[in-house]
């Protein structure tokens, strides 16, 4: 077929690029690279994330403790304190599933490990556990609560 024949197809796109790939043209540029598709990402800062811990919930738990009044430095050293806590807490947790060989914490690696320290927490391990079906049900028939 002579080339007149054949359809002409409208071209797709605005003008190529133009430069040398990873030279930044004179104006500075965007942050965009063109060897990388995409552009480039916005990093993440990373903070403590001990900082999770807002202010709000250090206060709920003092107000739960009976505190009136809270002063400015006491949310750093109750953050402090927490993740010394935390980590005595979870360094336990971490050897009781060494020992097993396993990778996941359960929750009976978290109440030994609180045994262990001296604060044990009730109501999650099977001796001391109540069905909170069975504690409505009794609390029905007029049975005291225990």
Avoid: W
């Avoid at 480039?40 to 919930?57: L, N």
């Avoid at 002063?71 to 336990?92: H, M, P």
Wanted: with cysteine; glycine share 14%; charged share 30%.
């Amino acid at each position: 077929m002579p080339p007149s024949s054949q359809p002409t197809r409208p071209k797709l796109g605005g003008p190529g690029r133009k430069g040398v790939a990873g030279r930044v043209p004179p104006g500075g540029g965007k942050g965009k690279s063109i060897l990388i598709p995409g552009g480039k990402r916005h990093r993440k800062i990373v903070k403590d994330t001990i900082h999770g811990i807002t202010k709000p919930a250090i206060r709920r738990i003092a107000r739960r403790g009976g505190v009136k009044r809270i002063s400015t430095t006491i949310y750093g050293e109750a953050r402090d304190a927490l993740k010394a806590r935390l980590t005595t807490i979870l360094g336990d947790c971490i050897k009781f599933v060494e020992y097993r060989n396993a990778k996941t914490v359960t929750v009976l690696d978290v109440i030994h490990a609180l045994r262990r320290l001296g604060t044990p927490i009730y109501g999650f391990d099977p001796d001391t556990f109540v069905d909170p079906k069975d504690r409505k049900s009794a609390l029905a028939r007029g049975a005291p609560s225990a």
